[in-house]
């Protein structure tokens, strides 16, 4: 075991906590801009206050904890990640990069920094909620715009704007877009973050260094509009039916996909709501209406444009031969990001001190990490060792892994505020 000297105990108990808080019967949900990802914000500012720090809520809601260092005119050295959840998820992703957030600066204070440390606990990343993600990090330094703010809540619909006044934005600094976080004010952020794949697990490795996140395009409702029919009265070549043409679109997109991949192209294709209307459900109608989400991600935006081409023209040839008309809502775009040369190399000579493994990896999945790297903060990010995937109950994080995690990541902050 690492000598390391934080508290693994306090760790386990937010982790538990947490759970406790937010458990649904099922997994566990933090739903962005709604009660329990505020709960959540409240128990980490509580137990940081006790630990010294201070902390406040910036005119996004997202909670900012600061230790000062000796010198307090220097940007901060940072860290952070988010506290929301998908519906029914594990309570690892996002949690689990505040906690070790925490547990660095607790450490820090006994070390003196030059400079102040801040720790992030940002609203909203998951896009679960809204279709857009980094909601929390993107208000901040002033990114979303009047559409984002008109956005619905999935299930409710009310208006995002609305949701991050009812816990406490400040709504007219949003709408005006307002930088409330300057790159300049910041050194660096890193953020810790279990890996949302398999690949440490397979490689049996606690932790890893991230060198790169992938962007993504998402459409959160395209519609295929045919014309609904008996099933045994209308024979093929005179059908309209949406359901048969949303799946060739899919599989023509499948095919190109794989073409893609051949040809070296960094790309992943995803459809991951999809289907007919409920009220008109029924085993011998021809389905005149599907609606069904799109995603591609990659870490080249070269090839996110050409994904989507290439959905634009399959839905236009595909709508002509099968006589449908494909309506595709707005396109949202976040742009891929690379980690920095300089944080990276720094963060893998730390684990070698620290006995840990010289790994790099590009992460999959997106993180707010993102969003301060594009905004020109010096950004990196350490994967940690994560069974059963995410965006599911089944996460299983271990703690010895979480602390290697942690460790790292406070090695990295006291070089980066030295």
């Not at 201070?54 to 307090?72: Q, S």
């Not at 990896?361 to 707010?368: E, I």
């Not at 350490?382 to 406070?410: K, Q, T, W, Y």
Request: proline share 5%.
């Amino acid at each position: 075991m690492i000598a390391h000297g934080l508290d693994a105990a306090l760790a386990a108990r937010l982790f538990a906590t947490l759970r406790e808080n937010s458990f649904d019967g099922v997994g566990i949900t933090r739903e962005s801009y709604a009660a329990g990802e505020s709960q959540a914000l409240d128990l980490i500012e509580r137990v940081a206050r006790e630990l010294g720090l201070a902390c406040h809520r910036d005119a996004a809601a997202n909670l900012v904890c600061r230790l000062e260092g000796t010198d307090p005119s220097l940007p901060a050295a940072a860290c952070g990640s988010h506290l929301d959840s998908v519906p029914q998820g594990g309570n690892f992703d996002g949690a689990a990069g505040v906690i070790a957030g925490l547990l660095a600066l607790a450490r820090l204070r006994n070390e003196a920094p030059r400079r102040p440390v801040l720790l992030f606990a940002l609203r909203g990343e998951e896009s679960a909620w809204f279709g857009r993600p980094y909601l929390g990090s993107s208000a901040a330094f002033g990114l979303l715009d009047a559409t984002d703010f008109a956005t619905p809540h999935m299930r409710s619909g009310r208006k995002l704007i609305d949701c991050m006044a009812d816990v406490g934005a400040d709504a007219t600094r949003l709408r005006a877009r307002e930088r409330l976080l300057d790159p300049a004010s910041l050194h660096g952020f890193l953020e810790l973050h279990i890996e949302q794949g398999p690949v440490l697990l397979a490689r049996n490795l606690p932790v890893a260094v991230v060198t790169g996140i992938r962007g993504n395009l998402r459409h959160r409702a395209i519609t295929c509009l045919g014309e609904a029919g008996h099933s045994g009265a209308v024979p093929r070549w005179l059908r309209h039916d949406a359901v048969f043409a949303v799946a060739e679109l899919l599989t023509e997109l499948d095919r190109s996909w794989q073409s893609m991949l051949g040809s070296g192209q960094d790309l992943v294709l995803t459809a991951g709501m999809i289907g007919t209307d409920p009220a008109e459900h029924a085993l011998a109608r021809i389905p005149g209406l599907v609606r069904f989400s799109f995603e591609a991600r990659s870490e080249s935006a070269e090839t996110l444009d050409a994904a989507h081409d290439l959905l634009l023209h399959a839905t236009r040839l595909i709508g002509e031969e099968r006589g449908v008309r494909f309506e595709l809502d707005r396109r949202i775009d976040t742009p891929p990001a690379r980690m920095d040369a300089g944080l990276v190399a720094r963060l893998l000579d730390q684990a070698e001190r620290l006995g840990l493994p010289r790994e790099t990896m590009p992460s999959g999945a997106g993180h707010d990490a993102a969003v301060f790297a594009n905004q020109g903060v010096p950004s990196a990010m350490i994967f940690v060792r994560n069974a059963n995937g995410s965006h599911n109950p089944a996460e299983a994080m271990e703690m010895a892994d979480f602390m290697a995690g942690a460790v790292l990541l406070h090695a990295g902050l006291r070089e980066m505020a030295a």
